[in-house]
């Protein structure tokens, strides 16, 4: 891990620099509830700037306005030259992005620092929002491109000001990036049990041949036209239970594979042609878990094996 991309994603995130006598300390706070991923955060920076025994601290404090005590992590740095040096390309008077230093040093460790601070995934892992209310018009609007020119993913600013990954095959390559980089107390932001559940389901269906389900998809005219007539169901079946084990095993279960495989296959072009194939239950059950674990529909995952094995 890089420190230039670690301290962007940081910055984005919950990280500031606080000036004590003249001189900038790094700084970044996190809920009690955080403290084992603040715990980390604490030991990934400490290995780039020097801290104190009283580095990090749990704190508490009493707000007034709602009669509540909040305990909270502090962590702290001690003061160096490279925060010196960084500090006027972080501040202009308030905190700042700097849209030239941030596009060419954060890479997928940092985004997953960002994202584990401002971060949620929501609708059982179809959407994922970024909070950036705080920032300005111009400063969204950079971050939103360089998810997309930088990282392949593309995101919208929504009503509230938020980074808006709303298409479950924009997620599902968000997520290719970051949760292998992601620290385990993190989960609640995470899909892990939600992977491990479709590996099960996935060894389950092994085998699973009586009976029949008519499904719809929809090809190019080129593929539909080489398919219709008598026979085509069964091809199918035994086409995708082949190909279909064979990317679980080799381009899905692996997020960095994974990722590369969506990036691959994104501009797939979507059919209008329909077809009714009579599908196995093994192969329609692994359809849909290849659907909702990749983000692509039923019928462009068909167009992909098809054009990959025909």
């Known amino acids: 891990m890089a420190f230039a991309s670690l301290f962007a994603g940081k910055m984005l995130g919950d990280g500031y620099m606080n000036v004590t006598h003249r001189a900038p300390r790094f700084c970044f706070i996190h809920a009690l509830a955080d403290k084992s991923y603040a715990e980390y955060c604490f030991h990934l920076f400490a290995n780039y700037l020097p801290y104190g025994p009283n580095g990090m601290q749990v704190r508490s404090n009493f707000d007034r306005r709602t009669q509540k005590k909040y305990v909270r992590v502090l962590c702290q740095s001690r003061t160096s030259p490279l925060l010196e040096r960084l500090y006027p390309t972080w501040y202009k008077g308030r905190k700042i992005i700097p849209m030239d230093w941030v596009a060419h040093n954060l890479e997928a460790d940092g985004l997953a620092l960002w994202f584990q601070d401002d971060g949620n995934l929501k609708e059982g892992g179809r959407r994922i929002i970024l909070s950036t209310e705080s920032y300005t018009l111009e400063e969204k609007s950079f971050l939103r491109f360089l998810l997309q020119s930088k990282f392949n993913i593309s995101a919208n600013i929504d009503g509230q ?101 969506l990036l691959k296959h994104e501009k797939t072009p979507k059919g209008t042609y329909l077809l009714t194939p009579r599908f196995r239950p093994d192969v329609k059950g692994r359809l849909d878990l290849l659907s909702m674990a990749t983000g692509f529909e039923r019928s462009e995952l068909v167009i992909i094996a098809l054009k990959d094995r025909l």
């Open 161 to 261: 000001g938020r980074l808006d990954i709303s298409s479950r095959l924009e997620v599902r390559k968000f997520q290719a990036l970051v949760e292998p980089l992601m620290h385990a107390s993190m989960f609640r932001k995470s899909m892990a049990e939600q992977w491990r559940q479709w590996a099960i389901q996935w060894q389950e269906l092994a085998g699973i041949h009586r009976g029949t389900c008519r499904t719809s998809i929809y090809l190019p005219y080129d593929l539909y036209d080489r398919l219709r007539g008598e026979g085509y169901s069964s091809l199918l079946n035994n086409l995708l239970s082949e190909w279909m084990d064979k990317q679980w095993v080799e381009n899905v279960c692996d997020a960095a594979r994974r990722y590369r495989w």
